[in-house]
């Protein structure tokens, strides 16, 4: 049989806000840019943000980029590379006001400006001059904004899209050379090979490994898993943010901008619980400290409801008039799932896995990076990683809200100026080896033969309640070895899952089978990693290791696939142009 192949410049996986942003730089340079999505573009889960993107505009409070540095610096637990990070925040306003022109309808100030709202763990003066106010917002539907622009830009420049086709594995030559990647069309279930020069992987988050989590059914980590089939490790993978407020039992979030608004959290006798975790912050202290504060307030035995298992998010004092203009999207939400108005009811909330730290390895050009000895990086050539699925690292052990909106497009933006720049000098396609194809066509064809073995959905069921009771906000060593060996079962009952229905056409239950084998993947990243990790730093919180320990753990930690190997990389503590935010204690 012979393989369809199409050719391009660069090929993109994922046409999330990352993908979108970068496919258009490449697409305005006039390269050849193909991108593949598994959904139609517009579904991609950017479309669900909903709080806003950090930029220091100072239009509602002072504020400047070196302080937008400071916050993420600390928020991260000192984990975050300065020099990315001094980079995203320099870039910030630029790249929102450029969102502007592409025709983004942020929300307006009575001034005309673009509008913003504080948000968690953001500061003016370096923390010692109160809240700042940094988040610029569409209502809270910023996400959706977002990826209609940039989606409509991209049609404009003519970008190549592959809607609803199915990345199966990287190709590369045998000297490791990255040359593009096997994917499948959804509708007819045929493979087609995408030659290109470059291949950048955006292919988003993996939320799905949780039970319960905010995250869209399609955030299954595949590209994440393609990299460490690949031979790329996965950099910090145990910090998986909670956020802090996703409807109890269900999961959907309510956005960290409802407190932003003015919003707070009550326990069961009507306390203000924030107050005493953190004084100065309150409900707007970053997002590890609120998910801790409110699964111990539940652990304690001051939860709500018959169960006890929540805690109360209010937003009834704030009137109907400013939670129908500012927060339109979680009232609908409210109403759809709870059958109640925010307006004048609190909403039950509880932590839910959200965001991952991790990811794939690169520098502060996305080009994806794998460490030799301790000081040495080396680059996986034609390999481009950016947005959820990568790890700059800009967010080190904790997100703070907002700045993944503007990671993504900070880094879409300069990965695709990277690219351009390989594309000059590289002006052939490299002759690929059929050993990586064959490998890939076998991934596909192995769920050609279907049969009465266990199924995909019984083994992805126990593998998220494993995760979810065995690697959550707090985490120990017994629980997690014993999660490591519940994993390690999972995985070995792999070969025997089968399909019932092995049909081509449409057929979702195959794509299913193809995201679990990634998420298996994924999951032991996470659970080996958080094993590994004796300290408790941002969301990696160790009640038999309480407290971080900068001495022994200012490290990023790497996962490798093959023998489910753990090392750790240096922590880049050096800025490009200031002088370096040394850890000190964090208090909100
Ligand atoms: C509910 C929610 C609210 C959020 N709110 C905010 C917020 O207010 N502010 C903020 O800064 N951050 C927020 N975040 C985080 C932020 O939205 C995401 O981290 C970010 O949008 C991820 O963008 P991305 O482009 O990396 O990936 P995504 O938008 O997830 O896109 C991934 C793309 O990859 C494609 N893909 C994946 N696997 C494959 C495959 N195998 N084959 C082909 N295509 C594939 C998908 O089809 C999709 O197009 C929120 C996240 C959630 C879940």
């Known amino acids: 049989m012979t393989l369809a192949t199409r050719k391009f410049d660069t090929l993109i996986l994922g046409s999330g806000g990352a993908g979108l942003r970068a496919s258009l730089q490449l697409a305005d340079a006039e390269a050849r840019v193909a991108v593949v999505s598994k959904v139609f573009p517009t579904r991609s889960h950017t479309i669900a943000a909903q709080g806003g993107v950090n930029a220091a505009l100072a239009n509602v409070t002072a504020d400047n980029w070196h302080w937008h540095m400071y916050d993420t610096v600390k928020g991260s637990d000192y984990l975050g590379d300065q020099d990315a990070i001094e980079y995203m925040c320099r870039a910030a306003s630029h790249l929102v006001y450029e969102l502007e022109h592409y025709g983004v309808p942020f929300s307006r100030l009575d001034n005309g400006k673009i509008y913003q709202r504080p948000f968690g763990g953001q500061s003016q003066q370096f923390g010692e001059g109160g809240q700042a106010t940094r988040t610029c917002a ?23 899209f592959f809607d609803e086709y199915f990345a199966i594995d990287l190709i590369s030559d045998k000297d490791g050379n990255v040359l593009g990647a096997l994917v499948m069309e959804i509708a007819t279930g045929e493979p087609l090979l995408i030659e290109a020069k470059t291949t950048l992987i955006a292919t ?51 956005t960290e901008g409802a407190r932003g608004e003015g919003g707070y959290l009550i326990n069961k006798d009507g306390e203000r619980f924030m107050e005493r975790y953190a004084p100065n912050a309150k409900d707007l202290a970053s997002r590890d400290v609120v998910s801790r504060a409110i699964a111990t307030e539940v652990r304690e035995g001051r939860g709500c409801g018959p169960n006890a298992d929540h805690v109360m998010l209010r937003l009834d004092h704030l009137g109907a008039e ?3 203009k500012r927060l339109p999207g979680i009232s609908e939400t409210c109403r759809t799932f709870l059958n109640l108005d925010p307006a004048d009811t609190p909403i039950p909330v509880f932590p ?35 947005g959820e699925a990568a790890c700059v690292s800009v967010h080190g052990a904790n997100r703070l809200g907002g700045n993944s909106l503007l990671d993504i497009l900070v880094f879409g933006r300069a990965a695709a100026n990277r690219v351009t720049k390989f594309l000059k000098g590289h002006r052939y396609h490299k002759p690929l080896c059929q050993d990586s194809v064959d490998k890939a066509m076998q991934r596909l064809q192995r769920w050609d033969n279907k049969g009465d073995g266990e199924s995909v959905e019984s083994l992805r069921s126990e593998l998220k309640l494993v995760m979810e009771q065995h690697c959550g906000v707090f985490r120990n060593e017994e629980v997690m070895q014993d999660g490591i060996q519940k994993l390690k079962a999972i995985r070995d009952r792999l070969p025997g899952v089968q399909l019932k229905d092995d049909s081509k056409v449409f057929n979702y239950a195959r794509i299913e089978a193809l995201e679990l084998e990634n998420l298996v993947d994924i999951s032991m990243s996470i659970m080996m990693s958080a094993g590994a990790r004796k300290e408790s730093r941002g969301a990696h919180s160790r009640m038999d290791y309480p407290n971080r320990d900068d001495e022994n753990w200012m490290e990023h930690s790497l996962y490798y696939l093959d023998g489910d190997r753990h090392s750790t990389k240096p922590v880049r503590t050096k800025p490009l142009t200031v002088e370096t935010f040394p850890p000190k204690e964090r208090v909100y």
Request: with cysteine.
């Open 138 to 160: 569409a209502a809270d539907r910023t996400g959706h904004a977002i990826l209609h622009g940039l989606y409509q830009q991209n049609i404009r420049a003519k970008t190549n």
């Open 204 to 254: 988003g988050g993996c939320g799905q490994v949780f039970r319960t989590s905010t995250n869209a059914s399609i955030n299954t980590g595949d590209g994440m898993a393609m990299a460490l089939r690949a031979g790329v490790p996965l950099q910090d993978m145990e910090f998986f943010q909670f956020h802090p407020t996703g409807i109890a039992g269900k999961g959907l979030l309510i």
């Open 322 to 324: 400013i939670v129908g």
């Open 352 to 386: 839910t896995a959200h965001y991952v730290m991790g990811g794939i390895p690169t520098n502060r050009f996305g080009e994806v990076v794998v460490q030799h000895g301790n000081n040495s990086e080396e680059l996986v050539n034609g390999l481009y990683a950016i």
